[in-house]
């Protein structure tokens, strides 16, 4: 059974820092493509950031270029999100998706399992 938990969301300030984990189980970890999405109230969920199995290949939505950073550790079959220079718009549930075909694609229907999520919150 495939199972993504992410791990690491919080309350921070703006400016501040965070980084996310998604530890993934039960998968050939290597043969997938990672994403980051979020989901702010009342809005639908966006794409964040991707990362190729081999890492070799990333890629970010224009609003978190320069400020969030993908990598993976796939002996702890484990991917991250550092993100730093927070801004309250920021402010989401976070989730962590695994995408079967390891395409590396923005689009939400091209991912196959997904994680609970983990809020951040950035505010003064």
């Known amino acids: 059974q495939v199972q993504l938990v992410e791990s690491g969301g919080g309350l921070v300030q703006p400016g501040g820092s965070l980084r996310l984990s998604c530890a993934a189980s039960?998968?050939?970890?290597?043969?997938?493509?990672m994403g980051w999405f979020r989901q702010a109230p009342g809005k639908e969920r966006e794409f964040v950031a991707v990362i190729s199995w081999s890492g070799a290949y990333t890629y970010y939505a224009n609003s978190v270029k320069g400020r969030f950073t993908i990598s993976s550790d796939n002996a702890k079959n484990t991917v991250y999100l550092q993100m730093n220079r927070l801004k309250p718009e920021d402010t989401a549930v976070y989730y962590c998706?695994?995408?079967?075909?390891?395409?590396?694609?923005?689009?939400?229907?091209?991912?196959?399992?997904w994680g609970q999520g983990t809020q951040v919150a950035v505010s003064s």
């Open positions: 039960g998968l050939i970890f290597r043969n997938y493509a």
């Open positions: 998706a695994a995408d079967l075909w390891g395409t590396a694609t923005m689009t939400l229907s091209d991912y196959d399992y």
